[in-house]
């Protein structure tokens, strides 16, 4: 079974610190996501990586950024955290290498980071 | 416009009989697919079923199906018999467009929380 591993299950930071959130998975994917999920908003696109050093913006960039030094691990960073960045993180994983190409290919999800910002 | 729409927040179904989840989609892309995920109170996201636009018979997994109506644009899905573990947000979602770089992301809907009772 497919592991994606989120470091924290609950963090609790202070307005300006700089936040590292870190997803670590075990099945060699090609591509790692970043989501956060508000109550109304479903899950929403922050970032993703499709390679080792390479990534993409998703829908709510703004006050984050990501790195992927290694092909397991996927690192969501809040430079300055603000409340509005409280929420629960999402980190997934997939891979491309499926009979049917891509399309089918589900997302893997780890457990979650409740961050809450005060 | 809304890539993913769900329109019913919360749903409430008796334990034994079928519900039905509704999930309209926008794209204009000929080759898509739709994902439905179950949420627990738990947190974790469990992938349930898929269905690729060029599949010509509904998606099945078990107790769940998806009625898939493609002029319609609509990916329901049908939880048959249900179970008090039933209880949960579910999310539809959808994976379009070119399948490297940026197009492996899925979107997804607000999610319905579904309530079975006794």
Same mark, same amino acid.
Do not use: H, W
């Given at each position: 079974?497919? =592991?994606?591993?989120?470091?924290?299950? !609950?963090? %609790?930071? $202070?307005?300006?610190?700089?936040? *590292?959130l870190e997803c670590v998975q075990d099945m060699d994917h090609e591509n790692m996501f970043w989501y956060r999920q508000d109550p109304g908003l479903g899950l929403r696109l922050i970032y993703f990586s499709y390679d080792v050093k390479m990534?993409? =913006?998703?829908?709510?960039?703004?006050? !984050?950024? %990501?790195? $992927?030094?290694?092909?397991?691990? *996927?690192?969501?960073?809040?430079?300055?955290?603000?409340?509005?960045?409280?929420?629960?993180y999402l980190c997934a994983s997939s891979t491309i290498r499926t009979s049917l190409g891509a399309y089918n290919s589900p997302l893997h999800f780890g457990n979650g980071t409740r961050l809450t910002v005060t | 416009?809304?890539?993913?729409?769900?329109?019913?927040?919360?749903?409430?179904?008796?334990?034994?009989?079928?519900?039905?989840?509704?999930?309209?989609?926008?794209?204009?892309?000929?080759s898509y697919g739709l994902f439905w995920y179950k949420q627990p109170s738990s947190?974790?996201?469990?992938?349930?079923?898929?269905?690729g636009s060029y599949d010509e018979q509904n998606a099945t997994e078990g107790r769940y199906s998806l009625n898939f109506?493609?002029?319609?644009?609509?990916?329901?899905l049908v939880i048959s018999a249900s179970?008090?573990?039933?209880s949960a947000m579910y999310?539809?979602?959808?994976r379009e467009g070119r399948l490297t770089g940026g197009g492996n992301?899925?979107?997804?809907?607000?999610?319905t929380q579904l309530k079975v009772e006794l």
């Open positions: 079974d497919v =592991k994606v591993t989120q470091s924290s299950r !609950y963090l %609790v930071k $202070r307005t300006g610190e700089k936040v *590292f990534k993409e =913006k998703g829908d709510i960039p703004e006050g !984050y950024s %990501v790195s $992927r030094e290694k092909k397991e691990r *996927f690192s969501l960073i809040l430079e300055s955290a603000s409340t509005n960045q409280t929420s629960m | 416009a809304q890539k993913i729409t769900q329109t019913q927040p919360g749903m409430f179904v008796q334990e034994k009989e079928a519900v039905t989840l509704d999930c309209t989609y926008d794209t204009s892309d000929q947190g974790e996201m469990i992938f349930l079923i898929y269905q109506q493609k002029a319609r644009k609509s990916a329901n179970q008090l573990g039933d999310f539809c979602a959808m992301k899925l979107t997804f809907g607000t999610g």
